[in-house]
């Protein structure tokens, strides 16, 4: 199954560890992970600004993760999914690879619930599917 990992996911689970640490694991584990630039580039920078990880720590941790991922090259086309524009790209990037869901701890993207036949679900969620 392929999974997109919102950026709050990745960065609870390098931060804080815990359910999105084991939501990780388990979709780099079972399924595949389809990742974007646009995401990379958002959680590194949440991660260097608000928690004072660097680049260089930023960039290893990711590295395991993203080894066998899916990456997807954006192009900003798909719009109006989500009620806060930004995370569009999430949609976009799970169209774009084909995956079956999306795993999201923002209200905004857990709201849309399903799009074209994408799941969009909770770490928890995830973890007992």
Request: aromatic fraction near 8%.
């Amino acid at each position: 199954m392929i999974v997109v990992l919102d950026s709050g996911i990745w960065i609870s689970g390098f931060h804080f560890g815990g359910i999105p640490l084991a939501a990780l694991d388990q979709a780099f584990i079972y399924d595949h992970i389809a990742i974007c630039e646009e995401i990379i580039t958002e959680v590194s920078t949440i991660m260097v600004s608000k928690f004072g990880w660097t680049e260089r720590d930023v960039h290893s941790a990711l590295r395991s993760y993203l080894a066998g991922a899916k990456h997807v090259t954006m192009k900003g086309d798909l719009t109006g999914v989500c009620r806060d524009p930004k995370d569009d790209m999430l949609f976009e990037c799970a169209v774009r690879a084909k995956a079956e869901i999306i795993v999201s701890g923002d209200k905004d993207v857990l709201e849309v619930g399903e799009y074209r036949g994408i799941r969009v679900i909770t770490a928890r969620q995830y973890l007992t599917k």
